[in-house]
Protein backbone atom coordinates (compact mmCIF):
# COMPACT_ATOMS: atom_id res chain seq x y z
CA UNK A 1 0.00 0.00 0.00
CA UNK A 2 2.76 2.28 0.92
CA UNK A 3 4.00 1.75 -2.77
CA UNK A 4 0.79 2.34 -4.04
CA UNK A 5 0.79 5.24 -1.99
CA UNK A 6 3.91 6.43 -3.13
CA UNK A 7 3.51 5.30 -7.06
CA UNK A 8 0.01 7.95 -6.72
CA UNK A 9 1.73 10.43 -5.24
CA UNK A 10 4.99 9.91 -8.08
CA UNK A 11 1.91 10.26 -10.36
CA UNK A 12 0.27 13.27 -8.76
CA UNK A 13 3.62 15.25 -8.79
CA UNK A 14 4.34 13.80 -12.36
CA UNK A 15 0.74 15.01 -13.41
CA UNK A 16 2.02 18.65 -11.26
CA UNK A 17 5.28 18.36 -13.36
CA UNK A 18 3.95 17.86 -16.64
CA UNK A 19 1.13 20.81 -16.04
CA UNK A 20 4.40 22.90 -14.45
CA UNK A 21 6.16 22.23 -17.77
CA UNK A 22 3.49 22.56 -20.33
CA UNK A 23 2.63 25.85 -18.42
CA UNK A 24 6.46 27.10 -18.81
CA UNK A 25 6.42 25.90 -22.58
CA UNK A 26 3.42 27.83 -23.31
CA UNK A 27 4.96 31.01 -21.38
CA UNK A 28 8.21 30.19 -23.20
CA UNK A 29 6.14 30.01 -26.72
CA UNK A 30 4.13 33.26 -26.13
CA UNK A 31 7.54 34.92 -24.90
CA UNK A 32 9.43 33.97 -28.09
CA UNK A 33 6.10 34.92 -29.98
CA UNK A 34 6.59 38.30 -28.16
CA UNK A 35 10.24 38.37 -29.06
CA UNK A 36 9.43 37.40 -32.53
CA UNK A 37 6.94 40.70 -32.86
CA UNK A 38 9.31 42.96 -30.86
CA UNK A 39 12.10 41.95 -33.34
CA UNK A 40 9.51 42.48 -36.46
CA UNK A 41 8.49 45.83 -34.90
CA UNK A 42 12.10 47.36 -34.16
CA UNK A 43 12.88 46.21 -37.97
CA UNK A 44 9.78 48.09 -38.97
CA UNK A 45 11.74 50.76 -36.84
CA UNK A 46 15.00 50.45 -38.44
CA UNK A 47 13.57 50.65 -41.48
CA UNK A 48 11.44 53.76 -41.09
CA UNK A 49 14.48 55.43 -39.44
CA UNK A 50 16.85 54.61 -42.24
CA UNK A 51 14.28 55.85 -44.69
CA UNK A 52 14.07 59.24 -42.76
CA UNK A 53 17.82 59.44 -42.58
CA UNK A 54 17.57 59.22 -46.23
CA UNK A 55 14.81 61.99 -46.80
CA UNK A 56 16.44 64.09 -44.19
CA UNK A 57 19.85 63.84 -46.20
CA UNK A 58 17.86 64.47 -49.50
CA UNK A 59 16.02 67.51 -47.75
CA UNK A 60 19.89 68.38 -46.70
CA UNK A 61 21.27 68.48 -50.12
CA UNK A 62 18.38 70.31 -51.41
CA UNK A 63 18.40 72.76 -49.11
CA UNK A 64 22.28 73.10 -49.97
CA UNK A 65 21.90 73.44 -53.82
CA UNK A 66 18.87 75.81 -52.69
CA UNK A 67 21.54 78.15 -50.82
CA UNK A 68 24.02 78.00 -53.42
CA UNK A 69 21.46 79.06 -55.97
CA UNK A 70 20.71 81.89 -53.76
CA UNK A 71 24.40 83.23 -53.33
CA UNK A 72 24.77 82.72 -57.33
CA UNK A 73 21.70 85.03 -57.72
CA UNK A 74 22.98 87.15 -55.19
CA UNK A 75 26.06 87.33 -56.46
CA UNK A 76 24.75 88.14 -60.19
CA UNK A 77 22.14 90.79 -58.92
CA UNK A 78 25.03 92.59 -57.20
CA UNK A 79 27.37 92.25 -60.26
CA UNK A 80 24.23 93.82 -62.43
CA UNK A 81 23.69 96.45 -59.73
CA UNK A 82 26.97 97.55 -60.02
CA UNK A 83 27.04 97.33 -63.99
CA UNK A 84 23.85 99.78 -64.16
CA UNK A 85 26.04 102.17 -61.28
CA UNK A 86 28.53 102.19 -63.87
CA UNK A 87 26.35 102.64 -66.59
CA UNK A 88 24.64 105.31 -64.61
CA UNK A 89 28.11 106.86 -63.89
CA UNK A 90 29.14 106.86 -67.68
CA UNK A 91 25.80 108.26 -68.99
CA UNK A 92 25.91 110.85 -66.58
CA UNK A 93 29.45 112.08 -67.66
CA UNK A 94 28.20 111.64 -71.07
CA UNK A 95 25.33 114.29 -70.19
CA UNK A 96 27.79 116.67 -69.02
CA UNK A 97 30.01 116.89 -71.76
CA UNK A 98 27.38 117.08 -74.19
CA UNK A 99 25.90 119.77 -72.03
CA UNK A 100 29.74 121.01 -72.46
CA UNK A 101 29.29 120.26 -76.26
CA UNK A 102 26.19 122.37 -76.28
CA UNK A 103 27.07 125.31 -74.65
CA UNK A 104 30.36 125.47 -76.83
CA UNK A 105 28.55 125.29 -79.89
CA UNK A 106 26.19 127.80 -78.90
CA UNK A 107 28.94 130.23 -77.97
CA UNK A 108 30.74 129.40 -81.37
CA UNK A 109 27.40 129.60 -83.50
CA UNK A 110 27.08 132.87 -81.70
CA UNK A 111 30.85 134.29 -82.40
CA UNK A 112 30.17 133.19 -86.12
CA UNK A 113 26.97 135.03 -86.00
CA UNK A 114 28.56 138.21 -84.83
CA UNK A 115 31.87 138.04 -87.29
CA UNK A 116 28.81 136.99 -89.86
CA UNK A 117 26.83 140.35 -89.05
CA UNK A 118 30.11 141.82 -88.83
CA UNK A 119 31.74 141.13 -92.47
CA UNK A 120 28.10 141.76 -93.98
CA UNK A 121 28.44 145.24 -92.01
CA UNK A 122 31.86 145.77 -93.23
CA UNK A 123 31.00 144.67 -97.20
CA UNK A 124 28.15 147.01 -96.93
CA UNK A 125 30.46 149.61 -95.60
CA UNK A 126 33.07 148.78 -98.13
CA UNK A 127 30.08 148.87 -100.59
CA UNK A 128 29.20 152.12 -99.84
CA UNK A 129 32.71 153.43 -99.58
CA UNK A 130 33.36 152.02 -103.10
CA UNK A 131 30.19 153.70 -104.27
CA UNK A 132 31.44 156.78 -102.96
CA UNK A 133 34.99 156.59 -104.08
CA UNK A 134 33.58 155.93 -107.41
CA UNK A 135 31.57 158.65 -107.64
CA UNK A 136 33.96 161.21 -105.92
CA UNK A 137 37.08 159.66 -108.10
CA UNK A 138 34.72 160.93 -111.14
CA UNK A 139 33.14 163.59 -109.66
CA UNK A 140 37.29 164.94 -108.77
CA UNK A 141 39.42 166.71 -110.33
CA UNK A 142 43.04 164.80 -111.10
CA UNK A 143 44.19 166.84 -108.61
CA UNK A 144 47.34 165.27 -106.30
CA UNK A 145 45.53 166.15 -103.24
CA UNK A 146 42.34 165.05 -104.31
CA UNK A 147 43.62 161.42 -104.42
CA UNK A 148 44.85 161.44 -100.68
CA UNK A 149 41.55 162.06 -99.45
CA UNK A 150 39.73 158.83 -100.89
CA UNK A 151 39.04 156.02 -98.66
CA UNK A 152 41.67 153.25 -98.07
CA UNK A 153 39.79 150.27 -99.88
CA UNK A 154 42.57 147.87 -99.74
CA UNK A 155 42.77 148.20 -96.00
CA UNK A 156 38.85 147.44 -95.58
CA UNK A 157 39.16 144.70 -97.94
CA UNK A 158 41.85 142.98 -95.89
CA UNK A 159 39.85 143.15 -92.81
CA UNK A 160 37.23 141.86 -94.39
CA UNK A 161 38.96 138.64 -95.86
CA UNK A 162 40.25 138.24 -92.28
CA UNK A 163 36.92 138.16 -91.05
CA UNK A 164 35.50 135.61 -93.62
CA UNK A 165 38.68 133.74 -92.85
CA UNK A 166 38.38 133.52 -89.06
CA UNK A 167 35.03 132.98 -89.71
CA UNK A 168 35.40 130.05 -92.04
CA UNK A 169 37.63 128.34 -89.59
CA UNK A 170 35.18 128.56 -86.77
CA UNK A 171 32.60 126.89 -88.78
CA UNK A 172 35.04 123.92 -89.72
CA UNK A 173 36.92 123.77 -86.48
CA UNK A 174 35.45 119.77 -84.57
CA UNK A 175 33.39 121.21 -81.97
CA UNK A 176 31.25 123.57 -84.70
CA UNK A 177 30.56 120.16 -86.76
CA UNK A 178 29.98 118.15 -83.86
CA UNK A 179 26.59 119.91 -83.35
CA UNK A 180 24.15 120.54 -86.06
CA UNK A 181 23.99 123.97 -86.71
CA UNK A 182 22.09 126.52 -85.19
CA UNK A 183 19.77 128.09 -87.81
CA UNK A 184 18.54 131.87 -86.31
CA UNK A 185 14.98 131.59 -85.47
CA UNK A 186 14.70 127.81 -84.81
Do not use: N, V, W, Y
Amino acid sequence: MEQAKLSSEAQAQLAQFTQAHDEQAKLAADRQTQIQQLTQARDEQAKRSSEAQAQLAQLTQARDEQAKLAADRQAQIQKLAQARDEQAKLSSEAQAQLAQFTQAHDEQAKLAADRQTQIQQLTQTGAEQAKRSSEAHRAAPTHPQARDSRPKLPADRAQIQKLAQARDEQLQSPEAQARPPIHPGA
